[in-house]
T-cell receptor, first 116, second 115 residues
Framework: AQKITQTQPGMFVQEKEAVTLDCTYD???????LFWYKQPSSGEMIFLIY??????QNATEGRYSLNFQKARKSANLVISASQLGDSAMYFC?????????????FGTGTSLTVIP | GAVVSQHPSRVICKSGTSVKIECRSL??????MFWYRQFPKQSLMLMAT?????????EQGVEKDKFLINHASLTLSTLTVTSAHPEDSSFYIC???????????FGSGTQLSVL
């Protein structure tokens, strides 16, 4: 079974509107971390936001928020007030446990295009 | 925030040559580094996990003699693609874990083109 599932290969959003990128995960661990990364055409992976499995509040970082629904095992990324510079690939990822040596599992990504 | 530096950003080489890619953590000690390969419009594929001072752990299907990984210090890991062939052409990206945080920090990637 896939550890991370992103079901939206491509998304379009009008500039200044909000968009939600879906992510579901599969784990039997109680301790895990969920991450979102942005990859523009330059290729670098930019960390956006993190949610720990024990965090009760949804994580927020500026225009990014993570809609964490533990029972549904979903960790959707919400981008508010989209900007042209938000056009990029977005990857959801998970690490099981807190050991920094544990690998990250990545989804297949969602390509977001912001329309002017 | 923590920075990971990866060099070179782009390399073009002839078939049969070896290419070394460096990955450095600039302001933290990276106990673990990960090497990924990414094909166009696809996700990151983990190649190997590299721990300082020990042999790398390779994922299934990744040839360890083909992709040599050395993690000699807490701030440097290298990936050497030996006797590169056109099918090795890809985007390679390293990442480092450590620095007291939970994030994974990425290098800027290396686009390898083998002619």
């Amino acid at each position: 079974a896939q550890k991370i599932t992103q079901t939206q290969p491509g998304m379009f959003v009008q500039e200044k509107e909000a968009v939600t990128l879906d992510c579901t995960y599969d784990t039997s661990d109680q301790s895990y971390g969920l991450f979102w990364y942005k990859q523009p055409s330059s290729g670098e992976m930019i960390f956006l936001i993190y949610q720990g499995s024990y965090d009760e509040q949804n994580a927020t970082e500026g225009r990014y928020s993570l809609n964490f629904q533990k029972a549904r095992k979903s960790a959707n990324l919400v981008i508010s007030a989209s900007q042209l510079g938000d056009s990029a690939m977005y990857f959801c990822a998970m690490r099981e446990g807190w050991n920094t040596g544990n690998q990250f599992y990545f989804g297949t990504g969602t390509s977001l295009t912001v329309i002017p | 925030g923590a920075v990971v530096s990866q060099h070179p950003s782009r390399v073009i080489c002839k078939s049969g040559t070896s290419v070394k890619i460096e990955c450095r953590s600039l302001d933290f000690q990276a106990t673990t580094m990960f090497w990924y390969r990414q094909f166009p419009k696809q996700s990151l594929m983990l190649m190997a996990t590299s721990n300082e001072g020990s042999k790398a752990t390779y994922e299934q299907g990744v040839e360890k003699d083909k992709f040599l990984i050395n993690h000699a210090s807490l701030t440097l890991s290298t990936l050497t693609v030996t006797s590169a062939h056109p099918e090795d052409s890809s985007f390679y990206i390293c990442s480092a874990s450590g620095g007291g945080g939970e994030k994974l920090f990425f290098g800027s990637g290396t686009q390898l083109s083998v002619l």
